[in-house]
């Protein structure tokens, strides 16, 4: 496949989105892969980095062993996410501590319209996938409904949390960063990012490399066994989780993490009348609003494949 440097351009952009997305607690950035039409040729890339490949980096064949990867895609694709995640981390912590409301409902919008752009993939509605897309909200739900456990801090942890976290990342409609909260450790994660903590990171992104390597494989060949049924289950596990980024939620439990701050453990959704401080309704319709377009103007304008 040949493509431009403006082709690679819109690779990064893509990436950039799906690192953007990847830092906030219940947005995957394989909702953004989906959407950008992207997900199935980063699904084979990912999966063609195999023994074969190995062995042609091993005998120094590195333009043989780069065109077997799709070295060039995946090099656009995750560099954009490498820079999102490296330059907003911090601005994205930041919007979320002071504008939650507004930050939570751009991406409530986001998603909705973002799994009404898969749903239209499906080539046919039958029962089975019906079924499999039910599936998929009842645990899409559960998994935003699980709390917070207390996990070692330990070198091996962070390497397994890499490992669960990734396959998360991929997955349409499951955060990585969710699941980091989960295992306790988004907040050591992200403090690694923000203060170029080179041994955590190094360590969370073996966990990753070796989760993804094993993960996309799983997904590459359901995707070509059964589209639809997987489909469907991608798009139910999106609307099970938009009850993680419902703009409105009282806490039920706290904890304190390492730095002394209090966090929530378990939440509970509310409507915007029961919300105990100022709703911000308004500015929640405008934000919601603005994520939907966003996904609309992507999906009506950006290149899905290069010709």
């Known amino acids: 496949m040949q493509r431009t440097l403006k082709d690679y351009l819109l690779l990064f952009l893509k990436g950039l989105g799906m690192g953007s997305a990847d830092v906030v607690p ?4 394989g909702t953004i892969a989906f959407i950008t039409g992207i997900y199935e040729e980063l699904l084979n890339s990912i999966r063609s980095v195999d023994g074969q490949a190995v062995g042609l980096l091993l005998k120094f064949k590195i333009g043989d062993f780069w065109k077997k990867i799709n070295g060039n895609f995946l090099a656009a694709v995750f560099g954009g996410i490498i820079v999102a995640v490296a330059s907003l981390a911090k601005l994205l912590s930041y919007l979320l501590a002071t504008h939650p409301i507004q930050l939570w409902s751009f991406f409530f919008g986001l998603i909705i319209a973002s799994a009404l752009v898969v749903a239209r993939q499906v080539n046919k509605w039958s029962l089975p996938s019906i079924a499999t897309g039910i599936l998929g909200i009842a645990f899409g739900y559960w998994v935003t409904t699980l709390s917070a456990t207390a996990t070692p801090d330990a070198t091996w942890f962070i390497f397994i949390a890499g490992m669960i976290a990734i396959c998360a990342m991929i997955l349409p409609g499951i955060s990585g960063s969710f699941i980091l909260v989960l ?12 203060k ?17 390597l094993s993960f996309a494989r799983v997904l ?26 419902w703009p409105w939620k009282v806490n039920l439990e706290t904890y304190v993490d390492r730095h002394g701050v209090t966090k929530p453990l378990l939440q509970k959704s509310v ?7 100022e709703s911000y309704l308004m500015y929640a319709i405008i934000f919601a609003v603005l994520g939907f377009l966003l996904v609309y103007l992507v999906e009506r304008f950006a290149p899905k494949k290069a010709e």
């Open 26 to 29: 219940g947005v995957s950035g």
């Open 183 to 194: 295992l306790g450790k988004y907040q050591v994660i992200l403090g690694a990012l923000t």
């Open 196 to 212: 170029l903590d080179i041994k955590t990171i190094l360590i969370f992104m073996g966990g990753c490399l070796v989760g993804i």
């Open 220 to 245: 590459s060949w359901l995707l070509k066994r059964y589209f639809n049924m997987t489909i469907t289950f991608l798009i139910g596990i999106m609307i099970g989780s938009l009850n993680k980024v």
């Open 271 to 277: 409507l915007p009348n029961h919300y105990p401080h």
